[in-house]
C-alpha cells in the first residue's frame, strides 16, 4: 500500500476553533499518511505541481491563502449562510470540499455545489472525559447551583439569550450562578450583538471581566452571581466545565458542530442546546436539553452585506423553563449528561482523520479510472 502523501495548509494551531480543528488534524493524519505542513515561509507554499494532495481551509468566499495545487485539492470550511457568486466560483478550484456539517452541505447543495461531503470534527477524549472518582454533578443540595456558557461573545452564539433568561432565573432562585467564557479577539464579530433586540449592548471597563460584568449590570443582572473567566488554555477547559452543574449553548446558527458544546458533553455534563444548524448533526432529545421553540432570523452576511442570511433563534421564555427544569431535577439532566458523554465517544479525532483518508483515497482512485 503506497504510502498517502498529504500537504496541509490549515489555521496556525492556536486556542480557537480552527486552530484546534488544525493542530488535532495534522497530528492524526501524520500517524497514517506523510503529512507536510505549509505556511507562507515553505518553499511550496505556492508550488503549482505538489506531488501529492492539498487539503486547505478555506476561509470567506471559500478563500484559500496558498495558491499551491495538488495531484488532489480538498477544502475543508465553515459557512453560516447563503454562498456567494465569488465563493460559487471559487469553490471550483477544488475538487472536493469537506464541510463541518449536514445544515452546512444542505446551504452547498443550494448553491449547486456537488461535490461535497460532511466532515464532522473530532474531540480529545483524553482531555474531555468525565471526572474519575466521584461524580462532580452529586453535589451537596446545599451548593450553589452552577451553569455555563462559553464560546466567544457575538450574535450568532446567542448570550444575549443566556443574559435575557438569566435575569428572571436569579429572581427565581438565589443560590444559581452563571459562569462565563465569553472572550473574543474578534472586534467585529463582538459588535454583532448590538444586532440583539433582547438586551443592552455595551461593553465597559478597563478589562474583560469589567466589561462583561458591566453589560450583565446594566441588563439587571446580580453580578455578585456571575463568574467572568477569560479565555482558557485548551488543556484547562475539562476543569472548569467539571466544576459547572449544566451548560448552555442557544446558538442561533453553528455551521459545524459546535466544538465547545461536544467537549462540554464529553466531560459528562448536561446541555441546554438549541436544535438548529450543525448541532443537530450531534444532539437527540436523550443527550442533551433541547430548545426546540425556534423562529427565523435574518442579518446581513459577514462577508457580503448585500446577502442575508437567515439563522433560528431559540426563545427565552423556553430557555428559562429548561434552566428552570435543570435546576429542579438534577438527577434526570445528571443521565441526560452521561448519555451526551456516550455519545461524544463516537466523535474522536482519530475517527476524522480516518474518514478524510478514505475520502481522498476514493477520489485518487477515481481520478485513475
Known amino acids: 500500500m503506497v504510502l498517502l502523501r498529504i500537504y496541509l495548509s490549515l489555521a496556525d494551531p492556536g486556542n480557537y476553533g480552527w486552530g484546534v480543528c488544525s493542530k488535532y488534524l495534522a497530528e492524526e493524519l501524520a500517524k497514517c499518511c506523510e503529512v507536510i505542513s505549509l505556511s507562507p515561509e515553505h518553499m511550496d507554499w505556492n508550488n503549482p505541481n505538489l506531488p501529492g494532495v492539498h487539503l486547505m481551509a478555506l476561509a470567506g468566499h471559500l478563500q484559500t ?56 470534527q473530532g474531540i480529545d477524549l483524553e482531555l474531555f472525559h468525565q471526572k ?22 457575538e450574535y450568532r452564539k446567542g448570550q444575549d439569550l443566556t443574559i435575557a433568561a438569566f435575569k428572571k432565573i436569579q429572581e427565581l432562585h438565589d443560590d444559581i450562578h452563571l459562569v462565563t467564557m465569553w472572550d473574543n479577539y474578534l472586534k467585529d464579530s463582538i459588535q454583532t450583538m448590538s444586532c440583539s433586540p433582547h438586551i443592552k449592548f455595551e461593553l465597559k471597563g478597563k478589562d474583560w471581566e ?18 467572568v473567566l477569560p479565555l ?80 433560528q433563534e431559540a426563545s427565552i421564555d423556553e430557555l428559562i423553563e429548561k434552566i428552570n427544569y435543570g435546576y429542579c431535577q438534577r438527577e434526570e439532566i445528571r443521565e441526560i449528561g452521561l448519555l451526551g458523554a456516550e455519545t461524544m465517544k463516537q466523535h474522536t479525532w482519530s475517527k476524522t482523520a480516518d474518514r478524510l483518508v478514505r475520502k481522498c483515497e476514493e477520489l485518487l482512485d477515481n481520478n485513475k479510472q
Request: charged letters at 20%.
Open 65 to 120: 491563502r496558498s495558491a499551491a495545487r495538488g495531484i488532489l485539492n480538498i477544502g475543508y470550511t465553515f459557512f453560516e449562510g447563503r454562498l456567494s457568486d465569488q465563493a460559487i466560483r471559487n469553490a471550483t478550484y477544488y475538487d472536493h470540499i469537506f464541510v463541518g456539517s449536514t445544515w452546512c452541505q444542505k446551504l452547498a447543495l443550494e448553491a449547486g455545489l456537488k461535490h461535497t461531503s460532511v466532515l464532522i
Open 132 to 153: 474519575d472518582g466521584s461524580d462532580p454533578s452529586r453535589k451537596k443540595s446545599s451548593s450553589p447551583f452552577v451553569v455555563f456558557s462559553g464560546s466567544k461573545i
Open 210 to 227: 469589567e466589561k462583561v460584568l458591566h453589560l450583565c449590570k446594566i441588563n439587571g443582572l446580580d453580578t455578585s452571581r456571575i463568574f
Open 232 to 311: 482558557a488554555a485548551h488543556t484547562e477547559c475539562p476543569i472548569v466545565y467539571r466544576e459547572s452543574d449544566m451548560g448552555i449553548f442557544p446558538s442561533r446558527c453553528e455551521s459545524g458542530t459546535n466544538l465547545v458544546l461536544m467537549e462540554y458533553m464529553a466531560c459528562g455534563k448536561p446541555a441546554i442546546v438549541s436544535a438548529t444548524g450543525g448541532h443537530l448533526d450531534i444532539i437527540n432529545d436523550s443527550n442533551v436539553i433541547s430548545l426546540k421553540e425556534l423562529k427565523n432570523v435574518e442579518i446581513p452576511d459577514y462577508y457580503e452585506k448585500s446577502l442575508s442570511v437567515t439563522w
